[in-house]
């Protein structure tokens, strides 16, 4: 049986082996998939020994989608653009192919899930963390009018606005003055776990606005109760996001695109 794996620190809350659980049962693939937790810094060694056992691919998340970006004998663009990898693939004599599906991931959830059109749209950032780089070259390939970044630490997001200047219209701007009337406003950052809100304008909201949260779950609460009580017209988390970009993973890992739509019905427990 093919072993596959997600690491992080923690790691215990991971969905992720139940999603791929639910991929492999509904494509026929033989694989086994464990939640391995390294300790801050052992991800390397872990990751290693896990290569040297027959593992086959992994994915990667908080806090060590830079380290495998880094330990990567080679990425593709989207985890260059990012400069983070939040999937590995082992490839013949163990070498490591990494790839940031986050993005992909993102946009499937909007457009295919949710309906939504990118095209024209002007859409505000909140958070400059790997997540947020990981989304934002797809937004501007997906044809986005203008992207705002905001970020606790404005430095960040300077910085972020920067690397991708290239790419489209992406700035910076202030969190508590980023403007108004956004067509989608995407939190990426962690404050949910903290139970807390970023600290963001009403005006930023309006009832053509699209609140999404990369979070899930209760996690996803303050935000999206912020973006409700300012008047947005919908308002979603991000658990199709994880589904999509395990999805995504699952297909650069086994050639097999499972359908995704079961597996967040299931997660909802609908
Ligand atoms: P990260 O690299 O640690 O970045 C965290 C971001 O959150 C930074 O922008 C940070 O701002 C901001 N932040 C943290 N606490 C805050 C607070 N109390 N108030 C305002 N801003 C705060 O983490 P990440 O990898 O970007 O992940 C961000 C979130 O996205 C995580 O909760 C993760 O679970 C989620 N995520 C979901 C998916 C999915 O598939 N649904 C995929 C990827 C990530 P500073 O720069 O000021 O510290």
Redesign the pocket.
Known sequence: MDRYAVFGHPVGHSKSPQIHAAFAAQTGQSLSYEAIDAPPNGFAAALRGFVDQGGRGCNVT?PF?DEAYRLADRCDALARQAQAANTLRVEPGGRLAGFNT?GV?LLRDLTQNLGLALAGRRVLLV??????AGIVGPLLAAGIAELVIV???PQ?AGDLARRFAAHGPVRASALQAPGSGFDLVLN????G??G?A?DLPVAVFSPETVAYD???GPAAGPFLALARQAGAGACHD?LG??VE?AAEAFWLWRGVRPATAPVIAALRGV
């Open positions: 908080v989608k986050d991931g958070g400059a963390g790997g997540a947020a970020n606790r630490t960040r990426a950052t962690a404050a776990l903290d807390r970023p990369l979070v899930y991000g996001m994880l970009q």
